[in-house]
């Protein structure tokens, strides 16, 4: 059993699932327009993508001792929309701004590749169930860090600089994620997970 800090520390950083692994990238630069709202996202996607993984887990231990785990991709489905769902319907109740903010991009964190990915992940790793907790917890980190970071940028870039007007919106964000891309590269055997 790998430390389950390694795990955590890895995902975030050299595994990065956004800047190394490029996936969610749909709604990484879509919300990203502000740092308030990219934070709210990242800390949605946090919790679905943290849930969903320890959800998982059990579900896909029962599948293969049953010998049915080609029925897994199904189930994972199901279960990342049913999280979708309560979160939705929770923010739709208790952060009615926040939840008014993420507009059509709240359902569709169910098809964010991200979730599924982090269930396929600890699938094809073979992780115990507190790795998989770690590595769906830090993966999802990783991601609100991204997605926080890319808003910050862009912020300050709104303000303070004379993007050229080929570039000027979604083009300069892919540039952003290229650099920070390359940054977290930089992290490369920190973490080995």
Request: glycine share 8%; net charge positive; proline share 3%.
């Amino acid at each position: 059993m790998q430390n389950l800090f390694e795990i955590i520390l890895g995902t975030i950083l050299n595994h990065n699932i956004a800047l190394v692994y490029i996936l969610g990238m749909c709604p990484l630069i879509a919300i990203s327009t502000n740092v308030k709202n990219a934070k709210g996202m990242g800390i949605a996607v946090v919790f679905v993508v943290t849930i969903t993984g320890i959800i998982n887990w059990p579900i896909y231990s029962l599948l293969k001792a049953t010998g049915t785990t080609n029925l897994a991709l199904l189930v994972f489905i199901i279960t990342i929309a049913a999280t979708v769902q309560f979160l939705e319907l929770f923010l739709e109740r208790f952060i009615p701004k926040l939840y008014s903010a993420f507009g059509i991009y709240l359902p569709l964190i169910t098809v964010n590749c991200v979730v599924l990915a982090v269930s396929l992940f600890f699938v094809n790793r073979e992780y115990t169930f507190l790795e998989t907790a770690a590595f769906s917890f830090g993966s999802s980190v990783g991601w609100l860090l991204a997605i926080v970071l890319v808003a910050g940028i862009r912020e300050k870039m709104s303000k303070n600089s004379d993007v050229p007007r080929g570039l000027a919106g979604k083009g300069i964000v892919f540039i952003v994620l290229g650099i920070l891309a390359l940054a977290f590269i930089g992290f490369t055997g920190i973490a080995n997970i």
